[in-house]
């Protein structure tokens, strides 16, 4: 059975890599707050991150 999971958080430096979402993104300063960030909100959501060849950080429901 195949189960889609929904992404329920970006995290960013380039405010410019998101025109619209629907998931809340979170766009932070630099390298290690984008980090911090992505690991303390997928322990908070019990979410799966995921890091993009661009810099992006999805944050995925498990």
Do not use: C, H, W
């Not at 300063?29 to 019990?46: H, P, T, V, Y």
């Amino acid at each position: 059975m195949n189960e889609f999971k929904k992404v329920i958080g970006i995290v960013t430096i380039d405010k410019d890599i998101i025109l619209k979402s629907g998931a809340p993104v979170i766009l932070v300063k630099n390298e290690d707050e984008l980090q911090k960030i992505s690991s303390e909100l997928g322990k908070i959501l019990a979410g799966n991150v995921y890091r993009l060849s661009n810099g992006l950080v999805l944050i995925t429901s498990t």
